[in-house]
């Protein structure tokens, strides 16, 4: 039962909760999308939000853990989907720092995989540097 609960049980439920999380600004930018305005809304979770979801569906394939990727495939293509959807319709100040910010992951997750790829390493040693 103990390795039901830790291997299956717990892992499900993590998915349950990381797709409630990562649905919880839907209807916030689904009113920004018919608004057509940002409102007090602040986009740039939205950007930690789709990096953070293409690091682990990375660190999913390296550790070809099916959890992870059920728990991220979700956010990712929702993070995508609000994270443009705030975009077409953020300011031109506010438009620049998503960019920076989406740059600056997409530069960070870029070199962290070539050092993985291209290093030394085992993969043992990749999984503990993911």
Request: with cysteine; net charge neutral.
């Amino acid at each position: 039962m103990g390795d039901l609960l830790m291997k299956h049980i717990a892992p499900g439920l993590g998915c349950v909760v990381a797709w409630l999380l990562f649905s919880s600004p839907f209807k916030a930018v689904l009113q920004v999308r018919q608004s057509r305005a940002l409102g007090s809304l602040n986009p740039l979770p939205l950007v930690a939000m789709w990096a953070n979801c293409v690091a682990w569906l990375v660190y999913s394939f390296i550790t070809t853990d099916v959890y992870v990727l059920a728990s991220n495939i979700p956010g990712l293509l929702l993070g995508s989907f609000m994270t443009i959807s705030c975009y077409g319709f953020a300011d031109e100040k506010t438009r620049n720092t998503m960019l920076q910010g989406i740059m600056f992951f997409a530069t960070l997750l870029t070199a962290a995989g070539m050092s993985i790829s291209f290093g030394d390493y085992d993969h043992k040693a990749a999984i503990n540097i993911w």
